[in-house]
Nanobody, 121 residues
């Protein structure tokens, strides 16, 4: 059972940056970040294929967030730049194997507990 564990959330001012990390043993799965704000659905943020060569981003974060992974360290990272108050949410790391859309949370089998990101205006 692969259990992702997130770290790196916190409070930052608008325009600032944060780096989130997700630790998950193994490397033959894709990894993704989703986020959920209070009262809203869980939204796709970014995903990366098992080799790290393919990346996918939600429209609201393109050009500001960067996903990467280091299979030797069993980690995936999400660099958050130019943060906005609307980026405030709990960020979840998830892993999936074959099949399903990168953008669909139902395609992901294992989820972390989440880490809070709060952006003040």
């Amino acid at each position: 059972q692969v259990q992702p564990v997130e770290s790196g959330g916190g409070l930052v001012q608008a325009g600032g940056s944060l780096r989130l990390s997700c630790s998950a043993s193994g490397s033959t799965f894709s990894m993704a970040w989703f986020r959920q704000a209070p009262g809203k659905e869980r939204d796709f943020v970014a995903a990366i294929g098992w080799s790290g060569s393919s990346t996918y981003y939600g429209d609201s974060v393109k050009g500001r967030f960067t996903i990467s992974r280091d299979n030797a360290k069993n980690t995936a990272s999400l660099e958050l730049n130019s943060l906005k108050p609307e980026d405030t949410a709990v960020y979840y790391c998830a892993v999936k194997w074959k099949g399903g859309s990168y953008y669909d949370p139902d395609a992901y089998m294992n989820w972390g507990q989440g880490t809070q990101v709060t952006v003040s205006s």
